[in-house]
């Protein structure tokens, strides 16, 4: 299975940007996906995530500013972040769980300016 992540890139503090990620390979169902990020010096930490029954979770520093969404019938995942913070700045990486194997995809690099 391999992720591949869209999206990311440099944006003003307040403003805006979505992310995407679509699975390819073999997929029989994907669980849970999701995404994670890490600052600079930091752990890699979770952002939000999705069942495949559309039950979401998310970080308590996110609540309110970023939705995840997902396309079963395409396996994917996107993360619409809203009223961006400088403190969002980090690589973010998309996730997705099957049948116990987790996959991770390559990091995308989000730049909040102040």
């Known amino acids: 299975v391999q992720l591949q992540a869209y999206g990311g890139g440099l944006v003003q503090a307040g403003g805006s940007l979505r992310l995407s990620c679509a699975a390819s390979g073999t997929i029989f169902r994907m669980n849970t996906m999701g995404w994670y990020r890490q600052a600079p010096g930091e752990q890699r930490e979770l952002v939000a995530g999705i069942t495949v029954f559309g039950i979401t979770n998310y970080a308590d520093s996110v609540k309110g500013r970023f939705t995840i969404s997902r396309n079963n019938a395409k396996n994917s995942v996107s993360l619409q972040m809203n009223s961006l913070k400088p403190e969002d700045t980090a690589v973010y990486y998309c996730?997705?769980?099957?049948?116990?194997?987790?996959?991770w995809g390559k990091g995308t690099q989000v730049t909040v300016s102040s």
């Open positions: 996730n997705a769980d099957q049948s116990g194997t987790n996959y």
